[in-house]
Each structure stands twice: as structure tokens, then as C-alpha cells.
């Protein structure tokens, strides 16, 4: 028997106990995480704690392959849109060893700090640089120049605000592209 906290109340109590003693609270089976040594519910797939994957959750996986595609689409779900899951997911599920590996080395553009460079940089341009669109890039830039005339100054804003807007998407969408990059590879 050993003993652990309430989830609810955090008192101690018998880890067999199937209410705890002080609120009442229902006690539900727990597994310990491998990696950290947090206690979470044995129906929970990965840790909350780290993100291991659950010793439950590696059994589900039919195949060492199934389990890489898993943990990758957990680690990197910010780099590519959402929209896109079932499509990554499946296309990961046809590369080879090699091919996922080289996924974890990746530059991906993280996603908040191209936000803030957008916010504060964005009128120059260099949030479409870091996307490697030199051609709007140098367009926002010129309108930025351009800016002591009403209408190109007029336009310069406008596109900088809705870049800001749209620029979260569009990193992930760039790192998405970037990720499909490995495919032409062998």
C-alpha cells in the first residue's frame, strides 16, 4: 500500500482507497509517468506534467512507426495548421526511419516570436522575409518608404494589420511546406 494525495483536496490518503477520506471525492485508477514521476489518470493517453506518452497509450500502437508518427504530431502540433492533422498524420505514417528524424531537425519559424517581429517589424516588411516572400517583403517595404504619399501609406497600414492577423497561419503554413520538403529526400 502506498500513499498518495487527493487529486481534490490533497490530503494523503491509500492509493487503494476508492474515495478519499477527508472530501468524499471518487478516486479513479492512476499510472506514475515513466520520465517524471507525476501520478495522472490511468484513461489519459500522455502525461500532463512532460507529455510522455502513457505506458497505455504506447500499447495502443500496433507498430514502433505508428508510436514515432504519434509522438511527433504531439511535440510539433504548433508547426503545422490544424486544419491539416488527418492530412500530416497520414502522410508522416508513409516516410521512412531517416525521413522523421530529419523532421525534429528542422528550422521551423516559431510561430509567436514571427507574431512579435509582425507587430513591431511588420512594416518593414521582415515578418515576409522570415517566410522567405522576398517579393512582398520588399513590397511592404517600399509602401513603408513610400509612406509620406497618402494612398501607398495608406495601403502600407492596412496590409500591416492584416499580416498581424494572419501571420500566425501563415507560419504554419510555411513550416507545414517546410516539413514536406522531406519527402524529396531519401
Known amino acids: 500500500m502506498a500513499i498518495i494525495l487527493c487529486p ?3 490530503r494523503k490518503i491509500s492509493n ?3 474515495h478519499c477520506i477527508h472530501c468524499g471525492v471518487p478516486l479513479g485508477k492512476t499510472q506514475k ?3 517524471c514521476g507525476t501520478e495522472f489518470p490511468d ?9 510522455c506518452p ?3 497509450a504506447s500499447s495502443d500502437f500496433s507498430s514502433e ?3 514515432e508518427v504519434y509522438m511527433f504530431m504531439l511535440t510539433e502540433t504548433d508547426n503545422y495548421p490544424a486544419d491539416r492533422y488527418d492530412e500530416v498524420k497520414a502522410w508522416l505514417m508513409t516516410l521512412n526511419k531517416r525521413q522523421l528524424s530529419l523532421l525534429y531537425h528542422m528550422n521551423y519559424r516559431d510561430v509567436e516570436l514571427v507574431f512579435l517581429i509582425s507587430i513591431f517589424l511588420g512594416y518593414l516588411g521582415l515578418d515576409r522575409f522570415l517566410l522567405k516572400d522576398t517579393k512582398k517583403g520588399l513590397m511592404k517595404l517600399a509602401m513603408t518608404c513610400f509612406s509620406f504619399l497618402i494612398i501607398p ?11 498581424i492577423f494572419n501571420i500566425r497561419e501563415m507560419v504554419k503554413e510555411y513550416n507545414y511546406n517546410l516539413m514536406r520538403k522531406v519527402s524529396e529526400t531519401s
Open 43 to 51: 484513461d489519459s493517453k500522455i502525461c500532463p506534467n512532460c507529455g
Open 8 to 10: 481534490n483536496c490533497g
Open 54 to 56: 502513457s505506458k497505455k
Open 33 to 35: 509517468c515513466e520520465d
Open 65 to 67: 512507426k505508428e508510436r
Open 153 to 163: 501609406g495608406l495601403i502600407a497600414i492596412v496590409w500591416w494589420i492584416k499580416d
Open 16 to 18: 487503494k482507497a476508492s
